[in-house]
């Protein structure tokens, strides 16, 4: 019977761990909903709790729509609105649909208004490019964040809905003159980086 309880007990924490993002401390127990727990150029990045919490539209003063709060598509969309003033075109769809399968690397993709890469790529990722990976059995919407800080082997990302987690960083590989972002930092089984976007 003990045994029975200290596995349930065990259970209902990794439960909780997970659906937190990442390990629960007294920090993080003070997180509400819409605080702040990264910022990036200024922009933060903000809680979202459950990653399918969801608590109405954030606009823009002059009513861009930036998206859900506080989804990931959220914060990517704003911060290219507050960083460099791009609006785009597009301002609806999931994560995922951020990437257009039918172009080629390095075309222009009209609905982001931003050159599109893909993954692999002849052109390495830069800082501030945007990223997009795609569904999953464990997320059907997809997910998307910003290139934070790139090395010849890696890159991180800075991100929004992912728990605390907000940032996380992949491999990167050159192979025959292409750039390949790798690696699966976020515990999903199939992810796997689509490609990037890029203001021009």
């Known amino acids: 019977m003990e045994k029975k309880s200290i596995l349930t007990s065990f259970l209902l924490i990794t439960i909780l761990v997970f659906m937190s993002g990442g390990v629960i401390t007294k920090k993080q127990d003070r997180q509400v909903f819409g605080s702040a727990i990264d910022s990036y150029n200024g922009v933060n990045v903000y809680y979202n709790g459950n990653s399918k919490h969801i608590k109405g539209r954030n606009l823009s003063n002059d009513g861009y729509n930036f998206g859900l709060k506080y989804e990931c598509i959220e914060f990517v969309k704003r911060y290219y609105y507050l960083h460099f003033n791009h609006k785009m075109p597009f301002t609806s769809g999931n994560a995922k649909d951020f990437y257009n399968i039918n172009l080629k690397d390095g075309q222009r993709n009209i609905q982001r208004d931003l050159i599109q890469y893909s993954n692999p790529s002849k052109t390495k990722p830069e800082v501030d490019d945007l990223i997009i990976f795609p569904s999953n059995k464990f997320n059907h919407f997809g997910h998307v964040a910003i290139i934070s800080k790139v090395t010849n082997n890696g890159i991180e990302v800075v991100q929004q809905n992912m728990g605390f ?7 990167l590989v050159n192979t025959n003159n292409e750039w390949k972002v790798t690696g699966n930092p976020f ?14």
């Open 187 to 200: 515990g999903w089984v199939d992810v796997k980086c689509l490609g990037w976007l890029r203001k021009d």
């Open 165 to 171: 987690s907000s940032r996380a960083t992949f491999a």
